[in-house]
């Protein structure tokens, strides 16, 4: 809890209907009113300068700088009388807090004068507005480089406290370096949300004292304004925050001006902020009451539902996966609560690797949080022993929630009646839930309990990384009674004839990589968990699903198979998915499973992002910001294989190294050595390509100007050294691996080429771009990454030169140098078998049978590229070669089958994409779920037979249904605006929503 | 002495003879005392049963031996069930006629009547002096057939054998739910084929289990008997288990394999009961 200890509140704040606030907590920990608990208060938000940081020295001396040299000038110029910045006066009156430019409008309009608002790329020493803000911004620096950033001594320990409780934290600053300053600072790690200049600029938002950039904040962070706490030191940032309604608004008074704080609206004014503690949170005082099962309404449109019932032992590992929980920071399998030969469970935590078997760095498994093994009268409750009455799972995807419905009789006939829900919260990614409840239906007895978890484990890993699974039980003998505070280990609960016992598990999840105290983190979290309670943890739960869904969900009309298929699909995409974590991306399986060792491949770029840039762009940008912050290793490995550029990782995990293993044991145990990390090039356009969709989806210029500019630029580089000079005056990329892995060390891959030219195009187009609109940041990047106009006369000559294989009288793409020669071997079966593995790649690769699309897929992703007679060419030529050795082949021939009219084609494909985890018709569910194939269904849909597509004026359909389907609607937010989408009027402009 | 057997049958043929060393060894594996029986339609009496047979005293040392009148068939079947043998070892067709790897109506009539493990060694190709050290399974990826393998399991580990288990891509795939069948592709080899193998195994040994057996997973395509003789040959089995249904009125992959595997041929039988949690 956070009350103020030595301060004493203001006077006034009371009076004024603000929070109240007391002192100390007593040896009992009563909960205040004013407590900044994780009851009551579910986010602090802060300003930077003046409250975490010195900067607001450094940011007077900039200002006085500038506005002193400008005065002197001007009272030269006009013959007024020379009256210099006063640093504290008007430093506070006119520019503290406020958008560079404001301030210098406010102070000028304040001394009556009145200057020009200028324009890019004027002289550095104009007399305008936008002139003076860039000076002073430069000013800044200059000092920051010289005395570096200073951190309040009260700043750091409250942020780790604010953590370790488990509250929600933002920064809200008018500086466009805040990023930097916080990261200088070494408080990034404690700030889930910035709000900064930048972010300010590019929606538009209003300047401090207008609330919007606080309203932005909590708009991230997903925490409604009575909720929060805001900290401000300057007087416009706290008539901000009191506009903007927050739950407590703390003036924090550096300069001796507390009153002035709270006259302009602070509920209370502390000097230090660590007079305000924030406690542990306490359990409540009166044990809280578990209400009869189920703790909230299960979903019961069965459209919304997957169903599993009775129990066959050896599918269990697709049903674990199928079935799993997840929330994008947290996941875990839907393994049977008891154990079993057949369960494998596994709980992941992005981005926490070790090494695993065979040396690869795989995700590491958290403790079995769920396992709870029941034991009636001595005998264990399983599924291996007695008889099973009857058993229904059921994913519960409108909810996120995993139910389980189990009816067993033991050897002794004694009838229980095992009922469960688990989750992974997404209100609260650190915690875990689950609910149980046993019937004695046919007996009185007593239940215990045995779990491997009763309390706290940690995981450490070979890099010095760790995560702590901290669990707490409350546990209600009958439904009547109140609940208490258990260890299930301890536990005997005298069941009676009929009566539900109800058992509640939270149990929550501190990663060192995310949260500085890992350990005080997850207990905090799980005692405030308990405290809270089941029903409303899982009503926030809900809330969270339903607003993914408002935003996510496909409706089609006529076919519940296709309908359960594309809800699968959103609810496991939005599952991978954490917008507040751009370290980490979303792994080939997600955190449903350990196949593919949780490595990020081009699934996540090309196959999953445009889901999540359409629909939930925060969680876009996390996963294009994850490729910038993994830069630095794309160039390393470009340096590694002599050439310029970002070459990015095959396979990645946490830091972008590539990860790739090199080699592995086939069937037979022949040694097959892997060539992929290698040749695999295009990830690189792929990456690149990502990138751009966001930027083209969003219109997130920050991001473009911070990271996808760089992005794009550094590959193109790679490229453009990448390419040789052939004697037919041609630039040809030699061996290389595309798409179709079937046929390895080959040159001029098709896929590659038409990447590496897109990627050439596209950086010389963003450069100009940039250039034209953002000449500053343009300035800086540029001189940052060296950039010289020789590069980019290169790249267009690379982009113009590059050997495309395309045959005009054909019109057909040949796939690579040598291909069109290629024969079928005798007796050759490419769709039943893994041929590369049986037959060897030395026969594979003779054959013209193809892995997955590589021609095709560069056909889709540069459609507009192509006219539609080498479209339709290429596909009739190449979808009959497909083996469809992978699961992310039949998609996307779904989707070009239905841009090209072929809907028999397209269906066929679309039914065989949406079964690969529904029908494990791959054999390989049980690994995890294959999130490329369930983004790539997801695209055949809204880009296939949706015919999705964008011009100026907004979005537009061109639908081609199955004929089973009626209708197909969904929402997607374009360029920031919301969008319902509906091809029963396709002729109609989209509807376009209120935001 | 232990209470289990294993039942050579012998016809009285020379040849027959020569699944002695096999039988020999299956038994002193599964800690068993062989039981030899001959099926005659007329009386005879013992002393002049085993010199029918041709029988030394060596081969009788820690044998017993029965006579049983009646069909062939049944009779073996019969004694089988009366003794609870744990296997029964005899060659695949009667006397010494017939083409090598031909299996007679008797034989057949076994393999279908018995509910034990058949393990055929044709007297053509009887090896003098045999033991088990790769055993080779054919396994479609059902649970049924994980079971049928359970029953000689322990075989294995108490040879120290390894368990090579082949399983065929092909058209016919295992319907059984809960089957694992041959992967359709291979994704990235490097990471889905040691996830494929280790899901493989894993059901496998969820059934059967393998516990301290060294068990190795190939993957064959094409016709499965064609695959399980190459691979026999190529990987030098000792022993071919296959798992039969018993239904199947041609058995025309057990039929291909008796011709063409140069080794011994252990039938076992599969259930319906595939899918069945292994006890505790």
């Not at chain 1, 600053?173 to 200088?184: F, G, P």
């Not at chain 1, 798409?739 to 060390?745: R, T």
């Not at chain 2, 079947?77 to 083409?99: E, H």
Request: charged content about 25%.
């Amino acid at each position: 809890m956070v009350a103020p200890t030595d301060a004493a509140p203001v006077e006034g704040t009371q009076a004024s209907g603000a929070a109240s606030i007391e002192g100390r907590a007593g040896p009992q920990g009563r909960r205040s009113a004013g407590a900044l608990d994780p009851i009551r208060f579910e986010a602090v938000v802060f300003d930077l300068d003046g409250v975490l940081t010195e900067t607001a020295e450094i940011h007077a001396e900039a200002w006085k700088r500038l506005l002193d040299e400008f005065l002197t000038r001007q009272s030269a110029a006009s013959g007024r009388v020379y009256r210099p910045f006063d640093i504290d006066r008007d430093y506070r009156a006119y520019v503290d807090g406020r958008p560079r430019n404001d301030g210098v409008r406010t102070f000028l309009a304040a001394r009556g004068i009145t200057l020009p608002e200028g324009q890019a790329g004027e002289p550095a020493d104009s007399l305008t507005v936008r002139a003076l803000g860039a000076r002073k911004d430069a000013y800044f620096l200059e000092r920051l480089a010289q005395s570096g950033v200073k951190v309040f001594p009260d700043a750091q320990p409250l942020l780790a406290n604010l953590r370790a409780a488990g509250l929600k934290t933002a920064l809200v600053s008018s500086s466009r370096n805040a990023k930097a300053v916080l990261e200088a600072a070494g408080l990034a790690a404690f700030i889930d949300v910035v709000v900064d200049g930048l972010e300010a600029a590019r929606l538009g938002l209003m300047g401090k004292p207008a609330p919007d950039t606080f309203l932005r904040a909590l708009q991230q962070l997903g925490v409604p304004a009575s909720r929060a706490v805001g900290f401000e030191d300057a007087l416009v940032g706290v008539e901000a925050i009191r506009a903007a309604g927050y739950g407590l608004v703390v003036g924090v008074d550096r300069v001796d001006q507390s009153g002035e704080l709270v006259a302009h609206g602070a509920d209370i004014a502390v000097t230090d902020m660590q007079t305000l503690e924030v406690a542990a949170q306490e359990m409540a005082t009166a044990a809280p009451r578990l209400a009869a099962w189920p703790p909230a309404a299960p979903t019961e449109d069965a459209d919304w539902l997957i169903f599993e019932d009775g129990f066959t032992p050896t599918r269990e590992h697709e049903i674990e996966s199928i079935f799993a929980i997840s929330n994008g920071h947290l996941g875990s399998r839907a393994s049977l609560a008891e154990g079993g030969p057949m369960s494998a469970p596994a709980t992941f935590a992005a981005g926490l690797f070790d090494t695993g078997p065979r040396s690869v760095l795989t995700m590491a498994p958290l403790p079995a949080w769920s396992h709870v093994a029941p034991v009636v009268e001595g005998v264990p409750l399983t599924l291996r022993s007695g008889r099973l009455l009857a058993q229904r799972r059921t994913l519960d995807m409108r909810q996120g929630i995993f139910w389980r419905d189990w009816r067993h009789e033991d050897a002794a006939g004694r009838v229980t009646h095992f009922q469960e829900c688990r989750l992974a919260s997404g209100d609260d990614r650190r915690l875990l839930l689950q609910s149980l409840a046993l019937t004695a239906e046919n007996y009185a007895g007593d239940f215990r309990f045995e779990t491997t978890l009763d309390g706290t484990a940690e995981v450490h890993t070979g890099a010095g990384g760790m995560a702590v699974v901290s669990t707490a039980s409350l546990c209600a003998p009958t439904p009547d009674r109140s609940a208490q505070p258990v260890r299930l280990g301890d536990l005997t609960v005298q069941a009676q004839l009929g009566q539900a016992c109800r058992i509640d598990r939270f149990a929550a999840v501190g990663v060192s990589r995310h949260d500085p105290q890992p350990r005080a983190v997850a207990e905090t979290h799980v005692q405030a968990a308990q405290a809270r309670g089941m029903s409303d943890l899982i009503a926030r739960h809900r809330n969270a699903w339903s607003a993914r869904w408002d935003a996510s969900d496909i409706r089609v009309e006529g076919d519940a198979e296709a309908q359960r298929a594309l809800r699968l699909a959103a609810y496991h995409l939005i599952s991978a998915a954490d917008p507040t974590d751009d370290r980490v991306s979303i792994g080939a399986r997600t955190l449903t499973g350990l196949a593919y060792s949780g490595h990020v491949f081009w699934d996540t770029d090309i196959y999953m992002l445009p889901f999540f840039a359409l629909t939930w762009p925060e969680a876009a940008r996390a996963l294009v910001m994850y490729r910038f912050r993994t830069l630095p290793a794309a160039r390393a490995k470009a340096a590694r294989f002599g050439a310029r550029g970002a070459f990015y990782a095959w396979e990645s995990a946490d830091t972008g190294e590539d990860v790739t293993p090199s080699s592995v044991v086939g069937p037979g145990g022949l040694l097959i050595p892997i060539k992929v990390a290698r040749e695999e090039q295009h990830i690189s356009a792929d990456v690149a390509y990502g990138a751009w969709t966001y930027w083209r989806l969003t219109s997130d210029n920050v991001f473009l100007l911070e990271a996808g500019a760089e992005i794009i630029i550094e590959t193109a580089r790679f490229w453009a050294s990448r390419a040789e000079r052939g004697d037919d005056g041609k630039r040809h990329i030699r061996g290389v691996i595309g798409p179709d892995e079937y046929h390895q060390s080959v040159d001029d891959d098709a896929y590659t080429n038409g990447m590496a030219r897109w990627n050439l195009r596209t950086a010389a187009a963003v450069v100009t771009h940039m250039a034209q609109r953002w000449p500053e940041p343009w300035a800086e990047l540029r001189a940052r990454i060296a950039l010289e106009d020789a590069e980019l006369d290169d790249w267009a000559a690379v982009a113009r030169d590059l050997y495309t294989g395309f045959d005009p009288k054909t019109g057909l793409i040949e796939q690579f140098k040598g291909y069109f020669a290629l024969k079928n071997l005798p007796g050759f079966v490419s769709r039943i078998v893994p041929v590369d593995v049986l037959l060897g790649l030395d026969q594979v690769m003779r054959t013209p049978a193809i892995k997955q699309p590589d021609v095709l897929m560069l056909i889709y992703l540069l459609w507009d590229e192509f006219t539609p007679e080498v479209r339709e060419a290429n596909f009739r030529y190449y979808e009959p070669r497909c083996a469809h050795g992978s699961s992310l082949s039949p998609c996307i021939h779904a989707l070009l089958a239905a841009r090209l009219g072929d809907m028999a084609v397209a269906e066929k494909y679309f039914r065989q994409a949406a079964e690969i985890d529904l029908s494990d018709n791959m054999g390989n569910a049980s690994g995890g779920i294959h999130a490329a194939a369930l983004g790539g269904l997801w695209q055949a849909t809204v880009f296939g037979f949706a015919g999705l597509t964008f011009s100026d004026d907004g979005p537009r359909l061109d639908p081609k249904l199955p004929p089973a389907w009626r209708e197909l609607s969904f929402r997607i937010r374009w360029r920031g605006k919301d969008y319902a989408l509906n091809t029963s009027a396709p002729s109609v402009p989209a509807k376009e929503l209120a935001p | 002495m232990t209470d289990a057997v294993v039942l050579v049958p012998l016809d009285g043929s020379k040849r027959a003879l020569g699944v002695l060393p096999v039988a020999r060894r299956l038994a002193g594996l599964a800690k068993a005392h062989l039981r030899i029986v001959h099926a005659t339609e007329a009386d005879r009496p013992l002393g002049e049963t085993a010199g029918a047979l041709g029988l030394q005293a060596a081969d009788l040392r820690g044998a017993t031996l029965e006579a049983r009148a009646g069909n062939p068939a049944e009779a073996i079947v019969t004694a089988a069930a009366d003794c609870g043998s744990r296997l029964i070892v005899m060659s695949p067709r009667s006397a010494d006629v017939g083409p090598a790897g031909a299996i007679s109506d008797t034989a057949l009539a076994v393999l279908r009547a018995a509910t034990c493990p058949v393990v055929l060694v044709d007297p053509t190709r009887a090896p003098g002096a045999w033991d088990l050290r790769r055993m080779l399974a054919l396994h479609d990826g059902s649970p049924a057939v994980s079971h049928a393998l359970g029953q000689v399991a322990d075989l294995v580990r108490e040879a120290g054998a390894e368990l090579m288990v082949l399983q065929v891509a092909h058209d016919a795939l295992a319907l059984e739910a809960g089957s694992i069948a041959p992967p359709a592709y291979v994704d990235q080899v490097q990471h889905s084929w040691p996830a494929w193998s280790a899901e493989f195994l894993h059901r496998l040994g969820s059934i059967c289990l393998l516990e301290a057996v060294s068990v190795r997973l190939l993957l064959g395509h094409g016709e499965p008997a064609d695959e399980m003789v190459r691979m026999a040959g190529e990987e030098s089995a000792d022993l071919i288990v296959l798992a039969w249904k018993g239904r199947s009125d041609d058995a025309s992959t057990l039929k291909a394999v008796l011709r063409d595997a140069s080794c011994p041929v252990m039938v076992t039988r599969e259930s319906n009961s595939g899918n069945k949690a292994p006890l505790d």
